[in-house]
C-alpha cells in the first residue's frame, strides 16, 4: 500500500528497490516495537483494561489481587508495585510531545502514519520522539535502580 501510496509517480524500474525498503523499514519498525513493549511492559503485560473506555489504571490494577500474586512473596510484590509506580512516574515527566508519541506508539500499538496523524506531525518526528522518550525512560530507570 505504501508503495503505490507514495511512489506511484516514480519509474517502473526503481519500483523493487523501493518496494524491499519500506518491507524492510516495516519489518524494523514491527521489531523494534516488540523489542521496546517487551522491555518496558514485561512487569505490566498483566494489564488489560476491564472498563469499557479503555482507561487503565495502575494503581488500581496493583491493587487486584490475582492468583499468581498470591504465590508472590511480599517483598516481590512491593518491588513490582514499585516499579510500576516508577514507570508511571517516569512516563508523566518526559515532555508532552515525546510521552504522546511513545504511549501511541508502544501502549496504543499505532504505527507510525497513524500516530504522525493523529499528532499533526511528520513520520520522521514521530520516530524522533519515540527515540528520545525510549532513551530517556531507560537513562532514568536503570538510574533507579531498575534493570531493563
Given at each position: 500500500?505504501?508503495?503505490?501510496?507514495?511512489?506511484?509517480?516514480?519509474?517502473?524500474?526503481?519500483?523493487?528497490?523501493?518496494?524491499?525498503?519500506?518491507?524492510?523499514?516495516?519489518?524494523?519498525?514491527?521489531?523494534?516495537?516488540?523489542?521496546?513493549?517487551?522491555?518496558?511492559?514485561?512487569?505490566?503485560?498483566?494489564?488489560?483494561?476491564?472498563?469499557?473506555?479503555?482507561?487503565?489504571?495502575?494503581l488500581e490494577t496493583l491493587?487486584?489481587?490475582?492468583?499468581?500474586?498470591?504465590?508472590?512473596?511480599?517483598?516481590?510484590?512491593?518491588?513490582?508495585?514499585?516499579?510500576?509506580?516508577?514507570?508511571?512516574?517516569?512516563?508523566?515527566?518526559?515532555?508532552?510531545?515525546?510521552?504522546?508519541?511513545?504511549?501511541?506508539?508502544?501502549?496504543?500499538?499505532?504505527?507510525?502514519?497513524?500516530?504522525?496523524?493523529?499528532?499533526?506531525?511528520?513520520?520522521?518526528?514521530?520516530?524522533?520522539?519515540?527515540?528520545?522518550?525510549?532513551?530517556?525512560?531507560?537513562?532514568?530507570?536503570?538510574?533507579?535502580?531498575?534493570?531493563?
Amino acid at each position: 500500500m505504501k508503495l503505490a501510496e507514495h511512489y506511484g509517480h516514480k519509474p517502473v524500474e526503481e519500483l523493487p528497490m523501493l518496494f524491499q525498503r519500506i518491507l524492510s523499514n516495516c519489518t524494523l519498525d514491527w521489531f523494534r516495537r516488540q523489542k521496546t513493549q517487551k522491555v518496558l511492559f514485561s512487569t505490566m503485560s498483566d494489564l488489560e483494561s476491564s472498563s469499557e473506555d479503555g482507561d487503565i489504571d495502575l494503581l488500581e490494577t496493583l491493587s487486584a489481587s490475582n492468583s499468581w500474586e498470591q504465590n508472590e512473596s511480599a517483598q516481590t510484590q512491593v518491588e513490582r508495585t514499585q516499579t510500576l509506580l516508577e514507570i508511571e512516574s517516569q512516563l508523566q515527566q518526559l515532555p508532552a510531545r515525546q510521552r504522546e508519541a511513545f504511549l501511541m506508539r508502544y501502549w496504543e500499538d499505532m504505527d507510525v502514519a497513524e500516530t504522525a496523524a493523529a499528532m499533526g506531525c511528520s513520520q520522521g518526528s514521530v520516530k524522533t520522539h519515540c527515540s528520545r522518550a525510549i532513551r530517556a525512560l531507560g537513562k532514568a530507570l536503570v538510574a533507579r535502580g531498575i534493570k531493563l
